[in-house]
């Protein structure tokens, strides 16, 4: 009893947690990947000085 008990605690509670977490963690990493990879190829544009900016600051 306490065994099933168990086993529905980890497929309803800890595996999707499990699941989403990782998935966020993996969208970090290729985001900071991707933004990085960007910004070493355009380096001597103007556009990445103009995508760094703060819009809302005068």
């Not at 990493?29 to 005068?58: C, F, M, R, Y």
């Amino acid at each position: 009893m306490v065994g099933g008990i168990i086993i529905v605690v980890l497929l309803l509670v800890v595996f999707p947690v499990a699941i989403l977490m990782s998935g966020a963690v993996f969208a970090a990493i290729l985001g900071t990947v991707a933004k990085n990879s960007v910004d070493n190829d355009h380096a001597d544009s103007e556009l990445l000085e103009i995508s760094e900016a703060n819009p809302w600051q005068s």
